[in-house]
């Protein structure tokens, strides 16, 4: 199979310009409703848009909405509607002055409002037939001290590349990324960022003897993978522990024999979300030269029907040795997590483990789709990671994980079954894996199932994959000595 070319989309890129010469002929203009009175009053609503002519200079007017309620967030929130704005609008070239976010006087104004502006231009047209859109280029003068803000500028690209990535790559259907072409495809991202990529084909899982992927992946004729990328930290200190992410990669999830219906089968290939923000993650990593170093671990397998599928009934036999009762075939993500996090303790020696998964329909009645689910065994990786999430608003809500639910999923012929039925089921998903985690390391469950990606367009985020959790925990690494 040959591996597919995945690029980075560019529809919008953002320039420094140090010396302020040659500057495009449109500015932005910030304002707040109802405020500026005379040319163009802006609109009410924060990210309302108008174009005016003022002297003869083009200007593009930006409302933030009224000024006691702006936040971060506001300004994140205005850049995606202007970057949308810009996708549909004969302007390619803009200049925003440093000094009129400053103004505002909130803290990482101009970051979020770049960072609004990359996410919010985004569009899937990899596989349309029209002609790609013009580059959009922002530059951006006045910044405060040219160093800063070169780096911020350039944290900015890196951490929105790899938020792009992760969702051009979700969107991606079944019959382009499967098990086998998304680990050719990952091995060139580790090639061309330094990573050392690893990839067990299903040769070496049967010589391990993960009978958990294995049985997950045997339906399809693409085998299963598990992806291992490691980036080695950046001046960290002789021995540090990796921080390790494991992330989920069903390329399609039909339920298997425990089959989807007509009616939620469709936008299964977004069932491989976590395991593409892992990857996106560990790309950032190596661009932004982060301090701790860190692993990847992406299990993937395409859960189908076939006569070599596996069946509810039959009992696995997981790389950890525990057997595994299967109820649903189409829960299926925490028997690949089950065979990764088993994986990941036995080579490595985790700091820590952050696992994320599009694990549960029940994480989605419990908490909608704004925030994710949060489990663990840790409260204090817990509480770093609901904070991280707090900051870039890729929002966290902690579920329970009292060991008194363990009942629920102890399987009737099995050590285990792989589903507890509907109630609480995203804890019976995070009481499951917690079995194949040691209790000395300090794990966390992310269960992205409803935010992963969403049904219609947000501001700075169209509909479809939205890349939740490759800012969170982006945020979350920088701040690990
Ligand atoms: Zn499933």
Redesign the pocket.
């Known amino acids: 199979m040959t591996p597919i070319n995945l690029t980075i989309p560019q529809n919008l890129v953002i320039e420094f310009n140090k010396d302020s010469s040659n500057l495009p002929p449109v500015s932005f203009r910030f304002g707040f409703a109802p405020g500026q009175p005379s040319l163009g009053e802006p609109g009410k609503n924060a990210g309302d848009i108008l174009l005016i002519k003022e002297n003869g200079v083009s200007v593009l007017q930006v409302s933030l909405g009224a000024r006691e309620k702006c936040s971060s967030e506001t300004f994140r929130k205005a850049g995606g509607l202007v970057g949308k704005w810009l996708r549909n609008n004969p302007v390619t070239n803009i200049h925003l002055s440093g000094d009129i976010v400053r103004e505002v006087l909130i803290p990482d104004a101009l970051p979020a409002f770049l960072e609004g502006l990359r996410l919010g231009s985004y569009q899937y047209i990899a596989r349309k037939k029209a002609d790609p859109p013009q580059t959009i280029t922002v530059t951006v003068t006045d910044a405060g001290e040219p160093d800063a803000t070169e780096n911020m500028i350039n944290k900015v690209m890196v951490v929105t590349d790899a938020v792009l990535m992760s969702r051009e790559w979700a969107h991606e259907p079944a019959n382009v990324i499967n098990p086998v072409t998304l680990a050719e495809s990952a091995d060139i991202i580790a090639q061309q960022s330094g990573l050392k990529c690893l990839i067990l084909d299903d040769q070496d899982l049967e010589a391990l003897q993960a009978g958990a992927i294995l049985a997950v992946g045997r339906g399809s004729k693409t085998p299963p993978r598990m992806i291992i990328l490691e980036y080695s930290g950046n001046d960290s200190p002789p021995g540090a522990k990796p921080i390790v992410l494991v992330g989920k990669a069903?390329t399609f999830?039909t339920?298997g024999y425990s089959l989807k219906g007509v009616d939620n089968i469709q936008g299964m290939k977004y069932d491989k979300s976590g395991g593409v923000s892992v990857l996106s993650i560990l790309y950032a990593a190596s661009q932004l030269r982060i301090r701790t170093p860190l692993i990847g671990i992406i299990a993937a397998a395409e859960?189908m029907i076939s006569s070599d599928s596996y069946r509810p009934d039959d009992i696995l036999t997981s790389l950890s040795g525990k057997t595994i009762e299967i109820v649903s075939t189409?829960?299926?993500?925490r028997l690949v997590l089950a065979d990764a996090l088993t994986y990941t303790q036995r080579i490595f020696r985790p700091r820590a483990i952050v696992d994320i998964a599009t694990l549960t329909g029940g994480v989605v009645v419990a908490l909608g789709r704004l925030r994710a689910g949060i489990m663990g065994n840790n409260q204090d990786l817990i509480d770093a990671l609901i904070d991280a999430g707090d900051k870039t608003m890729e929002r966290l809500w902690q579920l329970p994980l009292d060991d008194d639910y363990f009942p629920q999923t102890k399987g009737d012929d099995a050590d285990l079954k792989n589903s507890g039925g509907r109630e609480g089921s995203s804890i019976m998903g995070g009481i499951f894996l917690k079995q194949f985690v040691d209790d000395s390391v300090p794990w966390a469950h992310l269960d992205i199932a409803g935010v992963a990606d969403s049904p219609k367009d947000a501001p700075y985020a169209p509909k479809g994959a939205t890349g939740f959790g490759v800012r969170l925990l982006l945020k979350y690494l920088e701040t690990i000595e």
């Not at 189409?330 to 993500?333: P, R, S």
């Open positions: 069903i999830d339920g859960n189409d829960a299926e993500g």
